[in-house]
């Protein structure tokens, strides 16, 4: 294990110790989501944990649960106890961009059902403002994706096509993705506003005001941030 994937590991070690007896927890996808999903797999399996369900965000974290004996269940109307996933970018208030794994849709639907949102992830991803680093992802149907780039484009971003045109990285939904890069910083909250609002979009990466708190770990150790508003 390289000291990236330590760091994404003692952050998910944080994570589960949030997970209690009886919960219906929401799995996130990606490298560090991955580490917290083996984790609460052995939890279960030593017996320090019983009786949790969880609702996988992609495929790949169902494939993974599954091998692991985590009970699977569709994502119940009355919502989750509680999601962790890892992340793209984050800030100090906690806004953060999601979705370079692809799986941004489901991640924000098990995200937004659950009643406690925690990021996970190596300080790498933080940041002072969203786009320093990551492309902002954008998932949209395949009808129609030259006009909806079209549409992109007009909110001042360069949209690209994830895979090219002719290989194109398809989501677990069947749909595309687009990535947008912003020259320059970006209001993030009117971003969300206006991809919200173009035909075609599906769903996009950002992630405003929905987590409680996350577990950045790095060389100094595991840094825990609370959301302004918790
Ligand atoms: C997938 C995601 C991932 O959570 C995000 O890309 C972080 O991945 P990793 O933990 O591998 O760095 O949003 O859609």
Request: proline share 9%; hydrophobic share 40%.
């Given at each position: 294990m390289d000291a990236s994937d330590r760091w994404k590991r003692a952050a998910a070690l944080r994570a589960v110790e949030l997970v209690e007896s009886g919960m219906l927890v929401g799995l996130g996808t990606g490298s560090t989501a991955r580490h917290f999903i083996a984790d609460l797999g052995a939890r279960l399996s030593a017996g320090e944990l019983g009786d949790v369900r969880a609702v996988p965000s992609s495929e790949e974290s169902e494939r993974q649960a599954l091998a692991l004996g985590i009970p699977i269940v569709d994502?119940?109307?009355?919502?989750?106890d509680l999601a962790v996933d890892g992340m793209d970018e984050v800030t100090d208030e906690l806004d953060a961009i999601k979705g370079l794994g692809g799986a941004l849709t489901r991640e924000k639907i098990v995200a937004s059902a659950a009643r406690r949102f925690v990021l996970i992830g190596d300080?790498?991803?933080?940041?002072?403002?969203?786009g320093e680093r990551a492309p902002l992802p954008v998932e949209v149907v395949r009808f129609g994706v030259n006009r909806t780039r079209a549409l992109l484009r007009e909110l001042g971003a360069e949209p690209e096509l994830r895979g090219g045109a002719q290989t194109p990285a398809v989501t677990d939904n069947g749909n595309l993705i687009v990535d947008l890069r912003f020259d320059g910083p970006f209001d993030a909250a009117a971003v969300a506003e206006a991809l919200a609002a173009?035909?075609?979009?599906?769903?996009?990466?950002l992630f405003l005001g929905m987590a409680e708190r996350a577990f950045i770990a790095g060389e100094a150790g595991v840094t825990e941030l609370v959301a302004p508003s918790s």
């Open positions: 994502l119940p109307a009355e919502g989750l300080d790498r991803k933080r940041v002072a403002r969203l173009v035909p075609g979009v599906v769903e996009h990466g």
